[in-house]
């Protein structure tokens, strides 16, 4: 016979996220919300906690929660500034290519502009579906019209 798995304070923090995240979605009233938490922080063990939130949908919850939309935006921005600092690169080593090849061997044209081109429109292309794919925190949704 196996004893039940003691609950930490990570685990009644987490219980407690999930609970105000049910709250402020609807799921639950404040006197229930209130009665739950209370009980969170009482708790001994995991069995108690998972007790709390086995009627409200803790997949949607955690889907929705505000600092996982943050860090997907932050990982958005990191790809899109790598992808910025690897075209950066590459434009001072094909403009340096042929200043080298100009000053050498006198041929002026100027060949850059097509991998820069190129690069640039990919990197258009990353950056204007990241900027726009994820909600900003400071941009309000349009309400809905009705006509």
Same mark, same amino acid.
Request: proline share 7%; net charge positive.
């Given at each position: 016979?196996?004893?039940? &798995?003691? %609950?930490?304070?990570?685990?009644?923090?987490? &219980?407690? &996220?999930?609970?105000?995240?049910?709250?402020?979605?609807?799921?639950?009233?404040?006197?229930?919300?209130?009665?739950?938490?209370?009980?969170?922080?009482?708790?001994?063990?995991?069995?108690?906690?998972?007790?709390?939130?086995?009627?409200?949908?803790? %997949?949607?919850?955690?889907?929705?929660?505000?600092?996982?939309? %943050?860090?997907?935006?932050?990982?958005?921005?990191?790809?899109?500034?790598?992808?910025?600092?690897?075209?950066? %690169?590459?434009?001072? /080593?094909?403009?340096?290519?042929?200043?080298?090849?100009?000053?050498?061997?006198?041929?002026?044209?100027?060949?850059? /502009?097509?991998? /820069?081109?190129?690069?640039?429109?990919?990197?258009?292309?990353?950056?204007?579906?990241?900027?726009?794919?994820?909600?900003?925190?400071?941009?309000?949704?349009?309400?809905?019209?009705?006509?």
């Amino acid at each position: 016979m196996t004893s039940p &798995t003691r %609950a930490g304070d990570r685990d009644r923090e987490s &219980t407690a &996220t999930l609970l105000g995240q049910a709250l402020a979605e609807g799921y639950l009233n404040m006197p229930e919300y209130e009665n739950r938490l209370q009980t969170a922080f009482t708790a001994q063990t995991a069995d108690d906690l998972r007790a709390l939130t086995t009627d409200l949908p803790v %997949a949607e919850l955690r889907r929705n929660d505000p600092r996982r939309r %943050a860090a997907r935006r932050a990982a958005v921005r990191r790809s899109v500034q790598l992808h910025l600092a690897g075209y950066l %690169a590459m434009v001072v /080593i094909v403009l340096a290519v042929w200043l080298v090849v100009g000053l050498t061997a006198g041929s002026w044209y100027f060949w850059p /502009i097509w991998p /820069i081109l190129g690069a640039g429109i990919g990197l258009l292309g990353h950056a204007a579906p990241a900027k726009y794919a994820l909600p900003s925190p400071c941009r309000p949704l349009r309400p809905h019209r009705a006509r």
